[in-house]
């Protein structure tokens, strides 16, 4: 999937910007009229603008308007505004762009950003790719926007590994399946026919990491999502819980259960060496490390009740973080290394949330019934989990939220979905 980029359109200083650092961001009127379709492909073109407005609408921060409202009609790439027309209709940011296929079959994809307010192109680039990737193409423009606007990437040119579930309740047939970050382009990566739990991504690569019940003991299996090679870490007595990489990517933490209680170890994936970071009689599970690998938080029942706990990448000074009311679970730290998410029960109710490391700022971003799984988006601004169904018909939905906790939104799956864990930026 390879993606050129003519960088000979300079960006240049805009005014408008987005702080999506607010407890409450109000979106910003974007203007997007359909891009020009050069050479005749108007369902194309179409298309790839429908697909840029939903990836910014979707993440709170912008508002595409009417495009019955604009009075500037046929705009394209090259196509100079008349930014009254624009500021007349409230717009604060305008993106026109052009498709073309060119000679040789590629798609040639250009567009501009321009400030309306300060009448300045804000940023213009280039890309070709191949037709198939014309959605790919579409995910990186809105990345492109998005980072012009906040500061910050995007992560709209990701994908998101989960459960597939099927079947009666009581006989749920689980496929690992992975899909764009949008739900769009499903694939299956796994027939069916054994158990798989908790896939999670590589953060450095397209490759997950994921449980298999197939035989007497559960293994845990490496991924290449690319390539389709499937390679075993190791098959282990008893039960293993929630493998996750390393921050290089070098590395598989996870929980393994011997003898009535689990404890945590880390796995050199090139020497297949195991080293125990815990060695207690309580349950000390859900790994996930700091994005600079020197420390680790994990849930444990060690104090009598479930609750989070964060120590040093070698298993030394366990210090207890969590301090509410409630149990809390399935902790994930953060791309950003600012907060760590989790799962919180309480009095019946399921919550997804954050706080800092050190445990203060505690935030509830959504609540629901048992909603579980947090994972995060690349850029650590919004959060994947899933929230069941009540009743005998009733099964897992993925959803996001924002750390607003005002953005929350269904990712739409073929069937019921679970245990969602979000790629990092493709190449």
Do not use: C
Request: glycine share 10%; no cysteine; net charge neutral.
């Amino acid at each position: 999937m390879s993606f050129g980029l003519l960088a000979g359109l300079q960006p240049a200083n805009a005014l408008i910007e987005i702080d999506i650092t607010q407890g409450h961001v109000e979106p910003l009127p974007i203007a997007l009229p359909v891009f020009s379709p050069e050479g005749g492909d108007a369902k194309l073109a179409e298309e790839m603008t429908a697909v840029i407005a939903a990836d910014l609408k979707r993440s709170g921060l912008f508002k595409p308007l009417d495009p019955a409202s604009f009075i500037q009609k046929n705009m394209s790439a090259n196509t100079q505004p008349r930014f009254g027309d624009w500021r007349t209709i409230g717009a604060q940011a305008l993106l026109a762009g052009s498709v073309a296929k060119q000679a040789d079959g590629r798609v040639r994809a250009e567009f501009r950003l321009w400030d309306v307010f300060a009448s300045q192109q804000a940023l213009g680039q280039q890309f070709y790719t191949t037709p198939e990737n014309w959605r790919r193409l579409a995910h990186i423009i809105a990345d492109a926007v998005y980072e012009r606007l906040t500061g910050e990437k995007g992560y709209f040119d990701t994908r998101i590994v989960f459960v597939d579930e099927t079947g009666p309740k009581d006989k749920r047939v689980k496929r690992l399946a992975i899909m764009d970050q949008d739900g769009a382009n499903v694939r299956y990566l796994t027939r069916g026919d054994e158990l798989v739990l908790t896939p999670r991504f590589s953060p450095t690569s397209q490759e997950i990491t994921y449980m298999s019940y197939g035989g007497t003991d559960p293994s845990v299996y490496l991924l290449n999502i690319e390539t389709g090679q499937r390679e075993i870490v190791g098959n282990f007595p008893g039960m293993t819980f929630a493998p996750r990489f390393s921050p290089d990517g070098q590395k598989v933490i996870m929980s393994l259960e011997e003898g009535g209680n689990a404890n945590i170890f880390s796995m050199d994936l090139r020497s297949r060496r195991t080293t125990r970071l815990t060695n207690t009689a309580a349950i000390d599970t859900s790994p996930s490390y700091s994005p600079d690998g020197r420390r680790v938080v994990f849930e444990s029942d060690r104090g009598g009740s479930q609750q989070l706990y964060v120590m040093n990448a070698d298993g030394t000074n366990a210090q207890r973080i969590s301090f509410g009311p409630g149990r809390y679970s399935t902790p994930v730290w953060s791309p950003r290394g600012d907060l760590i998410a989790f799962t919180k029960q309480h009095q019946g109710r399921f919550m997804i949330g954050v706080m800092s490391p050190d445990g203060k700022g505690e935030r509830i971003l959504t609540e629901g019934y048992h909603n579980e799984g947090p994972a995060w988006s690349p850029n650590g601004r919004v959060l994947v989990f899933f929230r069941d169904t009540p009743g005998a018909n009733g099964g897992p939905q993925i959803w996001t939220v924002d750390l607003t906790g005002y953005n929350e939104q269904r990712v739409t799956t073929p069937s019921f979905a679970s245990d969602p864990s979000w790629s990092p930026l493709i190449d």
